[in-house]
């Protein structure tokens, strides 16, 4: 078997990620541009944007603090909440504001206070995003303080998103950052209108790299990291070749002294490495021709959007990952901080 020392694929999206906003948007955003043609943008600021002419207004600061030279374009959420407006989700959908709509349950995650409190308050929303083809992208846990931090994900399939697959049979619905065998298991078994985004952080680690020795605040992000069992599950998923799921990396910056906190934040900010983290793994699997279905085409297929025209070309050659990033005056520490990883994103067309 020859070994492969250099990958060129066509250039993929990031089909989940926080860039936040004001300085620390000016900061990060460079590092997503960098790697990704297009990247479906989180709405969980302070206030969410939960309607067009926000998302509008949020879209191009996205585009003024990505230098010129870089071809990328943000594709917008909208934040769902009890109050939500049909017509309004259906308008930004077809004038081309939003590509798709988020759903976090309340309290579930960072900067979810205004989520949904009850799925079925969406009813309507729901049965106009089935009839218009609008994807749904869920946060997948239930927040019951009696429900277990770790179970909380399988308890969403069980109690929640079981019933909206069968309310809404034709919903394109995207279950974000998933976490389990559970949801690879449910994932696997619904039709083709239900897909998963898996993060590099997920592929990488299991509880023990959050919890062994110290606890280890930037391994924390939500969905938690679960057991070793569930990780293999990831694996398995995202390199099987199936095109049920797709890169969605969740970076999620927090300053180092939000997350080196007795509270500390949940999200890993794993931008800067993005495909050098996740290429690793595939590469580890011996699947390395799996990498750019996975990265480049399963997700524009599901959001029936076009497929990229640039490439991306990665080399096998040492990168050292810093310790700290300075995000435009704001120090975030990186996934893989302080390690070296094996790929390096060379060149960009
Ligand atoms: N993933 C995280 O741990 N945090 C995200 C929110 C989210 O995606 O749930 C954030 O915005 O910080
Ligand atoms: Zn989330
Ligand atoms: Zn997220």
């Not at 749904?136 to 994900?153: A, K, N, P, S």
Request: glycine share 6%.
């Amino acid at each position: 078997m020859s070994v492969i020392s250099s990958l060129t694929i066509r250039r993929p999206d990031d089909w989940h990620v926080h860039l936040r906003d004001g300085d620390v948007l000016a900061g990060v955003a460079h590092y997503t541009a960098r790697q990704f043609a297009r990247a479906i943008v989180m709405p969980n600021l302070s206030p969410p944007v939960t309607d067009t002419a926000s998302a509008i207004a949020y879209r191009d600061r996205i585009k003024a603090a990505v230098p010129a030279e870089l071809d990328f374009t943000p594709l917008m959420t909208c934040y769902l909440t009890d109050s939500t407006d049909p017509d309004e989700i259906a308008q930004g959908y077809a004038s081309g504001v939003f590509t798709a709509a988020k759903l976090y349950p309340a309290n579930a995650t960072t900067n979810s206070a205004s989520g949904v409190s009850d799925i079925y308050k969406l009813s309507a929303v729901l049965g106009r995003m089935q009839e218009i083809g609008m994807p749904l992208l869920i946060h997948g846990e239930v927040t019951d303080h009696d429900v277990d931090i770790f179970d909380r994900e399988k308890v969403f399939i069980e109690r929640t998103l079981k019933r909206v697959v069968a309310d809404f049979p034709d919903l394109k619905i995207v279950f974000e950052h998933i976490t389990t065998a559970d949801a690879v298991e449910f994932v696997n078994q619904s039709g083709p209108n239900v897909a998963a985004t898996i993060t590099p952080q997920h592929l990488h680690i299991n509880r023990n790299a959050m919890l062994v020795g110290g606890i280890r605040p930037h391994a924390y992000c939500l969905p938690v990291a679960k057991r070793e069992l569930h990780r293999l599950a990831l694996v398995k998923a995202a390199t099987s070749g199936s095109k049920k799921y797709f890169l969605g990396t969740d970076s999620a910056p927090h300053s180092q002294s939000a997350k080196e906190n007795s509270c500390g934040c949940a999200g890993i900010f794993n931008a800067p490495y993005a495909l050098e983290s996740y290429l690793a793994v595939f590469d580890a699997e011996g699947a390395i021709d799996k990498f750019e279905a996975f990265a480049s085409e399963n997700g524009p297929n599901f959001y029936s959007l076009p497929l990229n025209k640039g490439t991306v070309t990665l080399t096998k050659r040492e990168v050292q990952v810093p310790s700290t990033i300075d995000a435009n005056g704001t120090t975030v520490v990186p996934f893989h901080a302080g390690d070296s990883l094996e790929w390096a994103v060379d060149r960009v067309t």
